[in-house]
Nanobody, 112 residues
Framework: VQLQASGGGLVQAGGSLTLSCAASGTISSISVMGWYRQAPGTQRELVASISKAGSTDYANFVEGRFTISRDNAKNTLEMNSLKPEDTGVYYC?????????WGQGTQVTVSS
């Protein structure tokens, strides 16, 4: 599976960004799609995920500010009320029988 992410950028605190991810290849085997993020000097952490059936899961730090949605092999992550601590590289990921696939990452920078 190949993943193409887009939508990162620079935004002021309190602003919004929407990330998009499109999967190609053996998309019929994708069960879950989601997003990880990594801030400088930290480990990657799961942000949100959505199953093929539409069940969603969010990290505690999301606190209702983000919404993940999915349309077959595409998903979007709508991020509102962004905080400076949301700054990092966001990676689109998928889960399939063979394991995880990662996109190239898109930078999100939230200024205070």
């Amino acid at each position: 599976v190949q993943l193409q992410a887009s939508g990162g950028g620079l935004v002021q605190a309190g602003g919004s960004l929407t990330l998009s991810c499109a999967a190609s290849g053996t998309i019929s085997s994708i069960s879950v799609m989601g997003w990880y993020r990594q801030a400088p000097g930290t480990q990657r952490e799961l942000v949100a995920s959505i199953s093929k059936a539409g069940s969603t899961d969010y990290a505690n730090f999301v606190e209702g500010r983000f919404t993940i949605s999915r349309d077959n092999a595409k998903n979007t992550l709508e991020m509102n009320s962004l905080k400076p601590e949301d700054t990092g590289v966001y990676y689109c990921v998928t889960w399939a029988p063979w394991g995880m696939d990662w996109g190239q990452g898109t930078q999100v920078t939230v200024s205070s």
